[in-house]
């Protein structure tokens, strides 16, 4: 470590995002490898040796990358498409499209998506994947690969679906695999992509896609399988009523009580949404230290409801953010989610006390990583952490006469990129990916989009 070159970043704002929220009016960061070496106050010490880069970051805030803790990637080419629906609906015209998802497709969007996360400060990205058509080639692959090649880091949640309309569930037939399918590719996808090392850049989850598309017995054996391998669980929960109502029809109990009974709840497991929530599925969250994707933009565009952030994080739930897929968010990125939580959550029983800048910034950075169970490596800046930082531009028009750069950055426009780092590695300059062609993967996203509704029959 001592030998690696070192780049050294000052004379910017630093939100460090740790433990006693540090900030920095003016400060420096000092990353050597993979690694934040040192960061303070004012310039960088003098006589530092082995400085191979120094960058003058004068009119902007630094703060840990982005977490994003829920996403499907594919549904980056099914976006703009049943734009005035609720979720059981949308799904109910979606499934057929996404039933004829192949490699290059997954590939495809995997890129876009990453593209459009990455560029906007997105240095840990998710992406829940669970439909899986026979015949449809290494989509877990193309996902992995895709991530590694453009330098983000990735949890792979292996989806899956076996719970079919002829089962009382919502996809059709020929959108789901069997349960011994579902878990012999879990386990594979486990064993070719999880990487147990320190730094990690790709982990993989067990995640069947939830109570209405699931079957009992994948909710259990998938639990298992997950703790077995020591690999962490996700699943969409209570994100609809319709979903609530469906969970009293089936199972006599309500998301929660169902997700306990079948493992479900624990400090390994996070789950997207978890909007309709009342104070005890609250404190069961909380008692157990499962964690919640919270997904503002995604509630917002399928009408699901207002998640109860404020009463979850005074719980002591963990709580990140999520895009979720872009078919339900069609920016496809996150850091508008900073604003968007704390403005939604503006408008449940809280008010202007529901959430700060700094809680939302949280949410996206440190709340992230502790979900996805990296914590101790990613989220906060802070010597010997990974070296997973972002240069946001506060001079500009959009924020230069905002005092507070934590809060242009949270209530102001989206803010420009001029660089971020993953794993000590410059992915980003000037809003420009360094890792990938942007031009070319919105060509061939748009090709592959074209070409999935096409062969979908309606296009
Ligand atoms: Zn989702």
């Avoid at 399918?181 to 992509?193: I, M």
């Avoid at 506060?394 to 934590?406: E, F, I, N």
């Avoid at 919105?442 to 999935?452: D, I, K, M, P």
Wanted: hydrophobic share 40%; glycine share 10%; proline share 4%.
């Amino acid at each position: 470590m001592a030998a690696d070159r070192r780049t050294v970043i000052e004379n910017c704002a630093i939100a460090t995002v740790d433990a006693a929220d540090t900030e920095y009016t003016t400060g420096h960061l000092v990353l050597a490898g993979d690694r934040i070496e040192s960061l303070g106050p004012g310039p960088a010490p003098e006589g530092l040796e082995h400085v191979a880069r120094r960058i003058d970051a004068t009119g902007h805030l630094m703060t840990p990358g982005l977490v994003n803790t829920h996403h499907h990637f594919y549904q980056w080419l099914t976006r703009g498409l049943a734009t005035d629906h609720n979720l059981f609906d949308w799904l109910v015209v979606l499934y057929p499209t996404w039933a004829r998802i192949d490699e290059a497709m997954v590939h495809a969007a995997a890129q876009g998506s990453l593209a459009m996360m990455a560029r906007g400060g997105v240095t840990t990205a998710m992406d829940h994947h669970y439909v899986y058509p026979r015949g449809s080639g290494d989509l877990s692959g193309a996902i992995v690969t895709a991530a590694r090649d453009m330098g983000v880091r990735l949890t792979l949640a292996r989806g899956s679906m076996d719970r079919s309309e002829k089962d009382g569930g919502l996809p059709p037939d020929f959108a789901v695999e069997t349960l011994d399918d579902a878990l012999a590719a879990t386990e594979e996808t486990v064993r070719r992509h999880h990487d147990t090392a320190p730094g990690a850049m790709t982990q993989v989850a067990v995640a069947p896609c939830s109570p209405f598309s699931v079957s009992t017995e994948l909710m259990r054996q998938g639990a298992e399988l997950a703790r077995r391998l020591g690999v962490r669980l996700h699943t969409h929960g209570s994100e609809t009523v319709e979903e609530e109502k469906f969970c009293h029809e089936l199972f006599g109990m309500g998301p929660t009580d169902y997700f306990e009974s079948t493992g479900w709840l624990g400090d390994d497991v996070w789950m997207a949404h978890c909007v309709h929530m009342n104070d005890s599925d609250i404190a069961a969250f909380a008692r157990t230290g499962t964690g919640v994707a919270h997904c503002p933009s995604s509630n917002a565009r399928l009408a699901a409801g207002i998640a109860r952030v404020p009463d979850m994080l005074a719980a002591g739930v963990p709580v990140g953010l999520g895009v979720d897929g872009t078919a339900s968010n069609e920016s496809g990125e996150l850091h508008t989610e900073l604003r968007n939580a704390l403005l939604v959550n503006r408008l449940g029983p809280h008010r202007e006390k529901a959430l700060t800048a700094r809680q939302a910034l949280r949410l996206g950075t440190h709340g992230g990583a502790r979900v996805l169970g990296r914590a101790d490596e990613i989220g906060s800046l802070e010597p010997g952490k990974l070296a997973d930082l972002v240069l946001w531009r506060m001079d500009t028009l959009a924020h230069a006469s905002v005092a507070d750069p934590v809060t242009a950055l949270v209530f102001g426009a989206a803010a420009p990129v001029t660089a971020s780092f993953v794993n000590g590695r410059q992915i980003v300059e000037n809003n420009r990916l360094l890792t990938a062609d942007e031009d070319a993967i919105a060509r061939t996203t748009g090709a592959e989009a074209r070409r999935l509704a096409r062969m979908a029959g309606h296009a």
